[in-house]
């Protein structure tokens, strides 16, 4: 998974292709190291769909913008240019059929 840089989210949003996923966290968070690891099993068994990550604590406009409610969350960015937010994690299978359904399989 890339990390975003806090200068780069607003361009990376919007010239990254679409299909992708954004790992929102912060690094303290427990229940953010746990997705994480979910997170990197997905991608090694999806890599349809890139998924990068964004630490919310240098990136404050990006939880405004995306009005992002707690960590860890998951953004998904459609080919139609719209988004959903995944929040609860709570197996690789589910994280799996939520990417697949975003994405239009």
Known sequence: MDNWKP???KRDWTFT???????VHTPLCGTC???????T?????????PI????LN??????QHFQIESVPCLLMKRRDGSWSKLYRFS???D???????ERGV
Do not use: C, G, H
């Not at 099993?41 to 769909?49: L, S």
């Not at 990068?52 to 630490?55: D, E, L, Q, S």
């Open 58 to 63: 240098v990136m404050p406009s990006m939880a």
């Open 17 to 23: 292709p679409a299909p992708f996923a954004v790992f």
């Open 52 to 55: 990068f990550t964004a630490n």
């Open 7 to 9: 200068a780069n989210w």
């Open 33 to 39: 190291a746990v997705a994480k690891r979910m997170l």
């Open 91 to 93: 197996s690789v299978p």
């Open 95 to 101: 994280i799996i059929a939520y990417l697949e359904q």
């Open 41 to 49: 099993v997905v991608e090694q068994m999806q890599v349809e769909i």
